[in-house]
């Protein structure tokens, strides 16, 4: 076998690892600048994202901090006049109660694109004496217009909001919402079915009381037989 053949193979294969190796940082570097690159614009992206997502939270209704609190306690309030800001109507309303108690939150309903009021507003108070306060005020004036104020639990706006355009942050609370709504008037008839299972217990608790009369007025009749019975044997 040749031997001089087998050192230029020898050579070669060392010119080629060689150019590898000088290949390789640049290589690298390239990859290093490109991931770099990379990770920046997707950091862009996403900054963006959020920027938009906060933007549109703040014209979302539901993007306050007041947003969520309804519960069994809370007060529902419409009729007044909703011409004004959110901002506006809820400062009035805050002032209007503030009789009843500290209030914890007073919730203005808007429609998410124009920040129009729609008209009604949920109110909680921080103790529950102060609701049959708030309720009291039902029918009084604020600014020239008469209110309605009422348990929110009793209105359909309580567990869905009708007519309610909003925008692609609140339709998912929204469509839930509906949902709610349409199961508690599937189980409840819209409260009939709430209100009749009330009476019921009260009818059948009047019958068995009226039960438990007849049953003694038997007993003590029987037993003044048998006192009347063993009197006259003896």
């Not at 009330?198 to 068995?208: A, N, R």
């Amino acid at each position: 076998m040749d031997e001089s053949k087998l050192k230029r193979c020898s050579t070669s294969s060392t010119h080629a690892e060689a150019s590898d190796e000088a290949i390789d940082p640049l290589q690298k570097a390239y990859k290093r600048e490109f991931d770099d690159w990379e990770t920046e614009v997707n950091n862009r992206k996403k900054q963006k994202q959020a920027e938009e997502t906060t933007e549109k939270k703040k014209k979302c209704c539901f993007g306050t901090k007041d947003a969520k609190g309804n519960n069994e306690h809370t007060i529902f309030v419409t009729g007044f006049d909703n011409s004004g800001s959110r901002d506006e109507i809820r400062s009035a309303l805050a002032k209007h109660f503030s009789s009843c108690g500290e209030l914890t939150r007073v919730f203005v309903h808007i429609e998410c694109e124009t920040g129009v009021s729609r008209g009604y507003a949920f109110i909680n108070l921080k103790k529950r004496v102060g609701i049959e306060a708030a309720l009291s005020l039902n029918g009084s004036d604020l600014g020239g217009h008469k209110l309605l104020v009422t348990m929110a639990r009793l209105r359909d706006e309580y567990y869905a909001h009708f007519n309610f355009n909003g925008c692609e942050i609140c339709r998912a609370s929204y469509a839930a919402g509906r949902q709610r709504l349409y199961r508690w008037n599937l189980r409840t008839g819209g409260g009939k079915v709430r209100r009749m299972y009330v009476k019921l217990l009260i009818v059948t608790i009047y019958s068995c009381y009226r039960i438990c009369l007849v049953f003694d007025f038997v007993v003590l009749l029987q037993v003044s037989t048998i006192s009347r019975k063993g009197s006259s044997s003896l």
